[in-house]
């Protein structure tokens, strides 16, 4: 390796590892603005559940230190995502300057619609899968027993959610990707339209609670996406000329 190449290299791994710590510092400085609403996020992300406890019955925590943890654990998920355009615009400013102007054009509607369906994702979770599935398991429990759910417990399940469906509608941005890359084509990913439904529903089987409701609700969005991401990868998939140039 000549020294240039060397310079270069070094000089990307510098502009890398100053891209992760501006990402990084977003989140923090998030994360700090946030923290005195600690326990109003908490609220707010458990109002589902608590619309839907038996009268008299609340919330527990079996762990001391749960009431502080279990509103701090989130809080920093929360500055998490709200940096999520942040992280995604140091990755852009990163790999940007190697791109060509025609590339830019085409992968800049991708960040922003990456950015939109992660928090329509979330969204959707929010405020139409939980209160569906907490509707659902809190009525169906034997009369004599007292729903009291644990603070920390809530938590991880509702983050697994929140996370699951977020992943989960950017299906569209990866097919475009896919396919504008020449990775494959609209017409193949039809052909293979059988195998994806049944791999929606065993991958939403790893991304959600063991339970069948949850996992429908999370594999049927995803089918829907992946029929909009076909519809939408037509603007994107390579004519055959320029896979043609580019072998």
Known sequence: MSNTQQSGFVGHLIELRNRLMKALLSI??????????????????????????????????TDVTSPFFAPFKLTLFVALFAAVPMILHQIWSFIAPGLYKHEKRMLLPILFSSIVLF???ISFCYFIVLPIILGFFTSVGPEMMTLSPDISSYLGFALKLFFAFGVAFEIPVAIMVLCWSGATDVISLKEKRPYIIVGSFVVAMFLTPPDVLSQTLLALPMLLLFELGLILAR???KKPKEQELQE
Do not use: Q, R
């Not at 700090?32 to 608590?50: Q, R």
């Open 28 to 61: 923090l400085v998030i994360f700090i603005a946030l923290i005195y609403f600690a326990n109003d996020i908490y609220s707010f992300v458990a109002a589902p559940l608590i619309s839907h406890l038996p009268e008299n019955s609340t919330m527990i925590a």
């Open 119 to 121: 928090y329509a994702g």
């Open 235 to 237: 603007f994107y998939s």
